[in-house]
């Protein structure tokens, strides 16, 4: 079955103390991962999409990876206004539904 | 300019009612969905639309109901409203069937 899990559930950050957060993928033939923003009372934003192992993309103070089981998002030097909730999606196969993670809930402290 | 718009953005109503929610795109996109978001917030799709075909159909009770007039609309509607309902709804569009998806503002639904 496919399937997402993110990690950690809740991450609170020093305002300029550099972390990761993980996104596992299970699902047969990735057609594609995403990367969403999603602020209290919003729509998750979108931010990247990756499609293969080795891709990377950046936005700021944000940098996704991706290997063949796994998406990190990097954050450098973060600042308060990158608290958020990250959600990580892939895309299936057979139907092309996007299947979400249960997202990071991530605060930065000033 | 609103890109995903969604009307209203609370809704309040008892059990038993039936209510709809509006969506609207102007991005030009040929693929609209219904994602429903529990109080965990975990993000679950339950109906895709592309060019007014319906596309994806998940295990969702056949008291909720899309409608999509147009490409650029599409609405939700749900009979018999249910405890269990409560959560908050959004639409969302792509440019096909593949790709990054943009969402709206959402739709919280509760049901006293």
């Known amino acids: 079955e496919d399937q997402v899990t993110q990690s950690p559930e809740a991450l609170r950050l020093q305002e300029g103390e550099s972390s990761s957060l993980n996104c596992s993928y299970t699902?047969?033939?990735?057609?594609?991962l995403f990367w969403y923003r999603q602020d209290p009372g919003k729509g998750p934003e979108f931010l990247f999409t990756?499609?293969?192992a080795g891709e990377e993309k950046e936005k700021e103070r944000l940098k996704a990876t991706l290997t063949k089981k796994e998406s990190f998002l990097h954050i450098t030097a973060p600042k308060p206004e990158d608290s958020a909730t990250y959600l990580c999606a892939v895309q299936a196969p057979n139907t092309d539904k996007l299947i979400f993670g249960t997202g990071t809930r991530l605060q930065v402290f000033p | 300019d609103t890109a995903v718009s969604q009307t209203p953005k609370y809704l309040v109503t008892q059990m038993g009612n039936d209510k709809s929610i509006k969506c609207e795109q102007n991005?030009?996109?040929?693929?609209m969905y219904w994602y429903k978001q529990d109080s965990k917030k975990f993000l679950k799709i339950m109906f895709s639309?592309?060019?007014?075909?319906?596309?994806i159909n998940e295990t969702v009770p056949n008291r909720f109901s899309p409608k999509s007039p147009d490409k650029a609309h599409l609405n939700l509607h749900i009979n018999s409203l249910e405890l269990g309902d409560s959560a908050v709804y959004f639409c969302a569009s792509s440019p096909g069937l593949r790709g990054e998806q943009y969402f709206g503002p959402g739709t919280r639904l509760t049901v006293t």
């Open positions: 639309y592309n060019n007014k075909e319906l596309i």
């Open positions: 699902v047969s033939g990735l057609r594609g």
């Open positions: 991005l030009g996109h040929d693929t």
């Open positions: 990756l499609y293969s």
